[in-house]
């Protein structure tokens, strides 16, 4: 069961914001909202999450809607080596071990 | 962030034969971790939850007696892919999951496995 939905691909010009989207809208009330990406050939690497308050970082901001149905991530200045896939993922807070599941994510050219 | 590191990066092998794959984490100990493989142009899929000091736990299709996972320490889980074949050859990524807290999980850098 797909919990979360992302555009399959994005294009972004270098040196602009990166406004990716993120429909999770049957999300639980005691269920995070996570960012990872996943550089060619890498391991995920953790970005953000949050829970209802939007989130900020030295990687990126997170707004997620009122109603929590929906979130997105935001790439303030993209560079060459911000593409990647992006997972959002949703997850309950932690208790016992549950652990990621990845959907498809949204692949994020940044374009010089 | 948590320090996840595995070894080999990559690997090639013989059809038929065994190849282990060692997740360590570097910086603090994970009582749980989680293996995950990932096919060419496709999403990562989870494998197996590996708790330490007892039996994996193996998510439906995996089999248990191909990819034999140990978890013997707080900082060392292996995975052993047994009597390796052509369609083994993936991408396998390793994670470890802090506890407490939102419970952040980090991964390894991945090992690429071939087999020819």
């Known amino acids: 069961d797909a919990k979360t939905t992302q555009p399959p691909s994005m294009d972004c010009a270098e040196g602009r914001a990166a406004n990716l989207p993120c429909n999770h809208s049957?999300?639980?009330?005691?269920?995070?909202v996570y960012w990872y990406r996943q550089i060619h050939s890498q391991g995920p690497q953790y970005i953000i999450h949050?829970?209802?308050n939007n989130e900020t970082n030295e990687m990126a901001s997170l707004i997620i809607t009122e109603d929590r149905k929906s979130s997105t991530l935001i790439l303030p200045h993209a560079t060459l080596r911000d593409t990647a896939v992006y997972y959002c993922?949703?997850?309950?807070?932690?208790?016992?071990?549950?652990?990621?599941?990845f959907g498809k994510g949204t692949r994020l050219s940044v374009i010089a | 962030g948590a320090v996840v590191s595995q070894h080999p990066s990559w690997v090639i092998c013989k059809s038929g034969t065994s190849v282990k794959i060692e997740c360590r984490s570097l910086?603090?100990?994970?009582?749980?971790m989680f293996w995950y493989r990932q096919f060419p142009k496709q999403s990562l899929m989870l494998m197996a939850t590996s708790n330490e000091g007892s039996k994996a736990t193996y998510e439906q299709g995996v089999e248990k007696d191909k990819f034999l996972i140990n978890h013997a320490s707080l900082t060392l889980s292996t995975l052993t892919v047994t009597s390796a074949h052509p369609e083994d050859s993936s991408f396998y990524i390793c994670?470890?999951?802090?506890?407490?807290?939102?419970?952040?999980?980090?991964f390894g850098p991945g090992t690429r496995l071939t087999v020819l």
């Open positions: 949050g829970l209802k």
């Open positions: 910086d603090f100990q994970a009582t749980t």
């Open positions: 993922i949703v997850r309950p807070a932690p208790s016992g071990n549950t652990p990621l599941v």
């Open positions: 049957t999300i639980s009330g005691n269920e995070y």
């Open positions: 994670s470890v999951r802090l506890a407490g807290g939102p419970g952040e999980q980090f």
